[in-house]
């Protein structure tokens, strides 16, 4: 199972990217392959339909990833009740075609209670995309964010239940569906 997570934040230090790691690290845990493309290391261009980007060496490499994963994790914080702009970039030089068939888990880190602003444009994008939305999700905020922010500082990060069910769902969805896929090539 190959699991590639896009963190979607331009901020080094965003609490959405310290919950997308503690996610990675859950998954290793459980012995699961996965790839963090964290969008504050790898800037992408911005997008245009009146250019190719194909040469450039980050857009090359995203488009890869997504090719071959069976299942793909968006992290993203909320900014004015949607997801970040590099986020919506970077899903603007992917198509259906990477997306098509394969699970979703959709993530936010809100300045408020909840991002479920953020959540819902994220899975109806996926939907537009052709990918399926889990049907769990992860938010957090709040006094949720200070805690992710202290553990991260401290160099411990521990997942609540919320989110390591969540997770749990996803990659259960993303294993029921890869044994289909793989049963009818087969």
Known sequence: MKIVMIAGSNRKEATSTILAKALEAQMNRLFVE????????????FYSPDEIFNRHEG????????ME????????????????????NALDHLGQMHF???PVLSVSSAGGAVGVSSLQQL????RNLHGINSPEWISIGGSQRA???????????V??????????IFLELVKKISNKVEAEIS
């Open 147 to 157: 805690i992710y922010e202290s553990e991260a500082a401290e160099g411990t990060i």
């Open 34 to 45: 996965v790839k963090l493309i964290n969008l504050y290391e790898t800037p992408l261009p």
């Open 69 to 88: 994963a069976d299942g793909v994790i968006l992290t993203t914080p909320e900014y004015h009740g949607g997801m970040s702009g590099v986020l919506k």
């Open 59 to 66: 857009v090359r490499e995203l488009q890869g990833l997504l």
């Open 123 to 126: 899975q109806a994008t996926i």
């Open 100 to 102: 098509s068939g394969k």
């Open 159 to 168: 997942l609540d239940y919320r989110a390591k069910e969540a997770l749990s």
